[in-house]
């Protein structure tokens, strides 16, 4: 039996022997590749993501920000974590999470954690998105104008272990929300030894 803790994802450098841009977004681009993978050449489309970073901002009475807003692909004002893409050249995930804070929550942190990195759809998109712990609030210096589905971003402050109940009910089921919350919880946890 393999040891458990030796398990990983495992990066596979798998020749690409076409790669055509199938469509061209405002956000992301569908791509088409053949792939040689052993000796049999496979074609795969996906979404071809810049990628993103998401912040559980945790205040001083381990309440969580949550933030609802509208995403017209599922027709749901689903409930998230502020998160948005690396859309700016150089700049690391760390930092946009720190941008994405103070755009979508008019907040800063003193204290900055690393949670998780996740691949939300592996079989759909190259997407990944890092996960950051935020403690230590404040109201950001300057507060943000709002527009599209951010115009009407509805924000709430919710016990942590409301919000895990939240996500194993199903009431709560926006992944990288999911993902935040459970981790931000295990880490908690973990971090006062209970």
């Known amino acids: ?95 946009t999470a720190r941008r ?8 800063v942190a003193e204290r900055w954690d690393d949670l998780v990195s996740v691949f939300t759809t592996p079989g759909g998109n190259d997407e990944v ?7 230590g609030l404040s109201p950001a210096p300057e507060v943000f104008a709002r527009e599209d589905e951010e115009a009407d971003l509805r924000l709430e402050w919710v016990p942590l272990a409301d919000a895990v109940a939240a996500v194993l009910d199903g009431r709560f089921r926006n992944g990288i929300l999911a993902v935040g919350v459970l981790a931000a919880a295990e880490r908690l946890r973990a971090s006062t030894g209970d």
Request: net charge negative; charged share 30%; no cysteine.
């Open 100 to 107: 994405e804070l103070a755009e979508e929550a008019d907040l």
């Open 1 to 95: 039996m393999t040891d458990p803790g030796a398990l990983r994802d495992e990066p596979v450098d798998a020749q690409i022997v076409a790669s055509d841009l199938v469509y061209e977004g405002r956000v992301w681009d569908v791509r088409s590749d053949t792939v040689r993978y052993g000796q049999t050449d496979i074609v795969r489309q996906y979404v071809d993501h810049p990628g993103a970073a998401a912040v559980v901002a945790v205040d001083d009475d381990e309440r969580v920000l949550v933030i609802q807003q509208y995403r017209h692909p599922i027709r749901h004002r689903d409930w998230e974590i502020p998160a948005g893409l690396l859309d700016v050249a150089g700049e690391p995930p760390r930092e």
């Open 129 to 135: 998105v890092h996960l950051f712990l935020a403690r």
